[in-house]
């Protein structure tokens, strides 16, 4: 879709959204008059990963579990990955959400994910001096929608946690989706793809990152993101994301 018909679908959103009652972005039910734009069941059911979990990545192991196992989820990933926390399992409503917010815009949405990643973080995680980072998409892509939605999610993290927002990387077009992609393919397609912004590299050097983006699934991407950060001089990566898929949600 051009960028002119993907603006008027957007205007026209919009004004739908004030001329009609409004709806869950979860479950599309009504919604009493407020500032909220998620009802009260769609909000219990978007649940944080259960207990016991990876230190590194909060994936749950499942109990009985020797300690000296390997997380086959972040076994693979990275060094410069420090380690990734996320709000709550990819599971219904919790991928309408990021749906909604990859096309539909909502800023209310975005306000309430955002609150859901910060309350995911333990204060204890929030290294001293820590900048925020969105992970980037392609110039393309954020053509085609307006805005990068890793990027809205990371201004209002930012904004609550009152730490700096530095838009720090790019990502080059190319390498296609990541969708339907398998573990070792998407990261042979994602390797290389993110390029430092270079007058930012002293604003990273020896600090701590907090890097964010919506959703999480293999460590791919962040992976990547986070090999471009340390190559700038950050000192850790915390990965930041609002939900995460386990294997067998794909
Ligand atoms: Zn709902
Ligand atoms: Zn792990």
Same mark, same amino acid.
Request: hydrophobic share 40%; with cysteine.
């Given at each position: 879709?051009?960028?002119?018909?993907?603006?008027?679908?957007?205007?026209?959103?919009?004004?739908?959204?004030?001329?009609?009652?409004?709806?869950?972005?979860?479950?599309?039910?009504?919604?009493?008059?407020?500032?909220?734009?998620?009802?009260?069941?769609?909000?219990?059911?978007?649940?944080?990963?259960?207990?016991?979990?990876?230190?590194?990545?909060?994936?749950?192991?499942?109990?009985?579990?020797?300690?000296?196992?390997?997380?086959?989820?972040?076994?693979?990933?990275?060094?410069?990955?420090?380690?990734?926390?996320?709000?709550?399992?990819?599971?219904?409503?919790?991928?309408?959400?990021?749906?909604?917010?990859?096309?539909?815009?909502?800023?209310?949405?975005?306000?309430?994910?955002?609150?859901?990643?910060?309350?995911?973080?333990?204060?204890?995680?929030?290294?001293?001096?820590? /900048? +925020?980072?969105? $992970?980037? =998409? @392609?110039?393309?892509?954020?053509?085609?929608?307006?805005?990068?939605? *890793? %990027?809205?999610? !990371?201004?209002?993290?930012?904004?609550?946690?009152?730490?700096?927002?530095?838009?720090?990387?790019?990502?080059?077009?190319?390498?296609?989706?990541?969708?339907?992609?398998?573990?070792?393919?998407?990261?042979?397609?994602?390797?290389?793809?993110?390029?430092?912004?270079?007058?930012?590299?002293?604003?990273?050097?020896?600090?701590?990152?907090? /890097? +964010?983006?919506? $959703?999480? =699934? @293999?460590?791919?991407?962040?992976?990547?993101?986070?090999?471009?950060? *340390? %190559?700038?001089? !950050?000192?850790?990566?915390?990965?930041?994301?609002?939900?995460?898929?386990?294997?067998?949600?794909?």
């Amino acid at each position: 879709m051009n960028t002119m018909k993907q603006t008027a679908h957007r205007g026209i959103r919009r004004l739908l959204h004030l001329v009609l009652p409004p709806a869950c972005a979860g479950c599309q039910a009504p919604l009493a008059p407020g500032p909220h734009r998620i009802c009260p069941r769609c909000r219990t059911l978007l649940k944080p990963p259960p207990h016991p979990r990876c230190l590194r990545c909060h994936a749950p192991r499942g109990t009985g579990l020797p300690a000296s196992r390997p997380c086959p989820e972040c076994s693979d990933w990275p060094a410069e990955l420090t380690r990734a926390r996320t709000a709550v399992l990819m599971a219904p409503p919790a991928d309408t959400l990021v749906h909604a917010l990859k096309y539909g815009g909502w800023p209310e949405l975005a306000t309430f994910m955002a609150g859901r990643m910060t309350g995911a973080l333990a204060p204890a995680e929030l290294s001293a001096g820590s /900048l +925020v980072v969105p $992970v980037p =998409t @392609t110039p393309s892509r954020e053509r085609e929608r307006g805005y990068n939605q *890793a %990027a809205r999610l !990371a201004r209002v993290v930012a904004h609550a946690l009152d730490r700096p927002l530095v838009e720090a990387l790019t990502r080059v077009d190319g390498g296609g989706t990541q969708v339907a992609l398998h573990r070792h393919q998407r990261r042979a397609n994602v390797e290389g793809a993110f390029r430092p912004v270079e007058d930012l590299s002293g604003r990273i050097r020896s600090r701590p990152v907090l /890097l +964010v983006d919506d $959703v999480l =699934t @293999t460590g791919a991407t962040a992976g990547a993101a986070a090999r471009a950060l *340390a %190559a700038m001089g !950050a000192e850790e990566v915390t990965l930041l994301t609002f939900a995460r898929a386990l294997p067998g949600d794909a």
